[in-house]
Every structure is written in C-alpha cells, then in structure tokens.
C-alpha cells in the first residue's frame, strides 16, 4: 500500500510541475520563478562557458575562446558576470613571461547547470506530451 501511495503522489507531483511548466509556455508574460530558470546561465555564451567547463577540469582563455567562437571582449564579460554569481572561478598567472588566465567550474555553477539541464528536460517533454 505504501507502494502505491508514493507512486501516486510522485504522479501528481509530476503533473503539478508540468502544469506550472506548460502555464509558463502558454503565458510567456508571466514571470518565471528564479528557481524556474537561471537566466544568468540562459545566456548562451555563458551556457557555453559553464557547460565546457563541466567536461573539462579547467580551460583557458584562449581554449574557451576558440571553443565559443567569442570575442575577447565578450567572452571576458561573460566570464565575469558567471564569475560574480560564483559558478566559475578565475585564476591568473603567467607562463614565463605569458599572462594565463584559466577558469574552473565551483560547485555552485555545477550545481545550477544541473539544475537549468532538468528544467530544459522537463520543459521538452512538457512540450512533447502537451
């Protein structure tokens, strides 16, 4: 019995999160919730930022900028602004004579990665099935 009583209500919540999900699709004006989408990862230079780093231990400057085809200038930006918020980390230091700028993905930017991937999941199979 018990069994079933957490099937049910894993159901429901389910179909209340795909609600909310669809409400939001249907009605674009209405603002989401933060927890709905992150909005700083949205963003998709800074995506692409967070996501290379999350399959690499660290990259360079250089690395990321050939990776995201970005300019200097917006790839510091963006690098900034996800480094503010604490998902990346910057470390600055030379190779000989060289400024090397390497970044690493915190804790904090795997963690809302993986929170923004679940609600980009559930908001396609809301779509798929709506």
């Given at each position: 019995?018990?069994?079933s009583s957490?099937?049910r209500?894993?159901?429901v919540?389910?179909?209340?999160?795909?609600?909310?999900?669809l409400?939001s699709?249907?009605n674009?004006?209405r603002?989401?919730?933060?927890?709905?989408?992150?909005r700083?990862?949205h963003e998709h230079?800074r995506?692409?930022?967070v996501?290379?780093?999350?399959?690499?231990?660290?990259?360079?400057f250089?690395?990321?900028?050939?990776l995201?085809?970005a300019?200097d200038?917006?790839l510091?930006?963006h690098a900034?602004k996800?480094e503010e918020?604490d998902?990346?980390v910057?470390?600055?230091?030379?190779d000989?004579?060289?400024?090397?700028?390497?970044?690493?993905?915190?804790?904090?930017?795997?963690k809302a990665?993986e929170?923004?991937?679940?609600h980009?999941?559930?908001l396609?199979r809301?779509t798929?099935?709506?």
């Amino acid at each position: 019995m018990a069994k079933s009583s957490a099937a049910r209500q894993e159901r429901v919540q389910r179909s209340r999160a795909r609600e909310t999900i669809l409400q939001s699709v249907r009605n674009p004006a209405r603002e989401a919730a933060p927890a709905d989408l992150d909005r700083l990862i949205h963003e998709h230079v800074r995506l692409g930022i967070v996501s290379a780093l999350a399959v690499n231990r660290a990259l360079t400057f250089n690395e990321l900028k050939a990776l995201l085809k970005a300019s200097d200038g917006n790839l510091s930006v963006h690098a900034r602004k996800l480094e503010e918020a604490d998902y990346i980390v910057c470390e600055k230091s030379f190779d000989g004579r060289t400024p090397k700028t390497e970044y690493r993905l915190t804790a904090a930017g795997r963690k809302a990665l993986e929170r923004y991937l679940n609600h980009m999941e559930a908001l396609i199979r809301a779509t798929r099935e709506g």
